[in-house]
């Protein structure tokens, strides 16, 4: 699990410096899309990983059109309580 974690939270800290990603996030709204992004760049999680950090943050486990980057800003920021 604390491999999954790391590779989650890797993925997560690029969004904020790369405009790109972060328009490609805003396109998705499942876990399993935004862990099929992050395979696309090299890092490889289980979209199941993902789900628990939603629902420790009290996140919805789907994302609106256009909110997903925001979403995963929220969990990257809860990064230390999580791990």
């Keep these: ?4 974690l790391e ?3 890797r ?9 790109a990603l972060r328009a490609q996030l805003n396109e998705v709204c499942t876990a399993d899309e ?3 992004i ?3 760049r090299g890092i490889s999680f289980a979209p199941a990983t993902l789900l628990e950090l939603f629902e ?4 919805a486990p789907i994302a609106r059109s256009g909110l ?3 979403k995963l800003i929220r969990v990257y920021l809860r990064r ?4």
Excluded: P, W
Aim: aromatic share 6%; net charge negative.
């Design 1 to 4: 699990m604390a491999q999954q």
């Design 7 to 9: 590779a989650v939270f």
């Design 11 to 19: 993925f997560l800290a690029q969004i904020q410096h790369d405009s």
């Design 34 to 36: 935004v862990a099929a």
């Design 38 to 40: 992050a395979a696309e």
């Design 56 to 59: 420790r943050c009290n996140e």
């Design 68 to 70: 997903m980057d925001e």
């Design 80 to 83: 230390e309580s999580l791990a």
